[in-house]
Nanobody, 121 residues
Framework: QVQLVESGGGLVQAGGSLRLSCAASGRTFRRYAMGWFRQVPGKEREFVAAINWGGELTSYADSVKGRFTISRDNTKSTVYLQMNSLKFADTAVYYC??????????????WGQGTQVTVSS
């Protein structure tokens, strides 16, 4: 069992940066790939980024590639999402996930409660 708690969301101006953190509990954290999804009210959740258990492999949605960076520190059971050059379109609730690997929601077993990111234009 893994529990995930996100932090670091907030309000930022377009062009600014934020770093999201996701603290995981559970001894099996390092066995899981981790990722981030986001959702805007009225729209489906969309994949943002993923990182494998060892941190060597990463995957990004085209919409964030080159601007966002996912990383993890297994000694702290934490995964990060560094978001730079933020756009109004990045406004969403961001969810941390743990489980398999890939861009599909069904590939992840555990979800956090979400943290709001609002980018003002």
């Amino acid at each position: 069992q893994v529990q995930l708690v996100e932090s670091g969301g907030g309000l930022v101006q377009a062009g600014g940066s934020l770093r999201l953190s996701c603290a995981a509990s559970g001894r099996t954290f390092r066995r899981y790939a981790m990722g981030w999804f986001r959702q805007v009210p009225g729209k489906e959740r969309e994949f943002v980024a993923a990182i494998n258990w060892g941190g060597e492999l990463t995957s990004y949605a085209d919409s964030v590639k080159g601007r966002f960076t996912i990383s993890r520190d297994n000694t702290k059971s934490t995964v990060y999402l560094q978001m730079n050059s933020l756009k109004f379109a990045d406004t969403a609730v961001y969810y941390c996930v743990a489980g398999g690997w890939g861009p599909s929601e069904s590939q992840y077993d555990y979800w956090g409660q979400g943290t709001q990111v609002t980018v003002s234009s």
